[in-house]
C-alpha cells in the first residue's frame, strides 16, 4: 500500500473540491473515523513527548497553521511513517542527537 492510499484510507489526505474556477479549501473527509479518532489523541500525546512529532508541530504552527491543521498534518506523517516500517519489517528507533 502506497502512502497515499493508507492516508486515504484513515481520511487524513487532504481532498480537492474544486470545480471550474471555484477553489476552495482542501478538506480531510471520508476514511475509517474511529482509526481517524484515535490517531488524533495517539498524536496529542506524541507532541508532547516525541522529538520527531514535537518539532514537526511547532514547525507548522510557527508557520501559522492552525493547531489543528497541524496536528492531522502531523497524524499524516506518523501514517507515512507506520507504513514504511510495516514495508520494511523494522522498529522504531528514535533519531539520534
Same mark, same amino acid.
Given at each position: ?13 487532504? /481532498?480537492?473540491?474544486?470545480? +471550474?474556477?471555484?477553489? +476552495?479549501? &482542501?478538506?480531510i473527509? !471520508?476514511? &475509517? ?13 506524541? /507532541? ?11 514547525k507548522?504552527?510557527?508557520? +501559522? ?5 497541524? /496536528? ?6 506518523? /501514517? ?7 514495508? !520494511?519489517g ?8
Amino acid at each position: 500500500m502506497t502512502n497515499k492510499q493508507a492516508s486515504a484510507l484513515v481520511g487524513v489526505a487532504p /481532498i480537492n473540491r474544486e470545480s +471550474g474556477r471555484f477553489k +476552495g479549501l &482542501r478538506k480531510i473527509q !471520508d476514511g &475509517r473515523h474511529q482509526v481517524r479518532t484515535v490517531l488524533y489523541m495517539a498524536m496529542m500525546s506524541a /507532541i508532547q513527548s516525541n522529538p520527531v512529532f514535537k518539532s514537526q508541530y511547532q514547525k507548522l504552527v510557527a508557520a +501559522g497553521k492552525p493547531k489543528k491543521v497541524a /496536528i492531522i498534518a502531523c497524524v499524516r506523517k506518523m /501514517i507515512v511513517i507506520l507504513n514504511s516500517m510495516l514495508r !520494511d519489517g523494522v522498529m522504531w528507533e528514535a533519531p539520534k542527537v
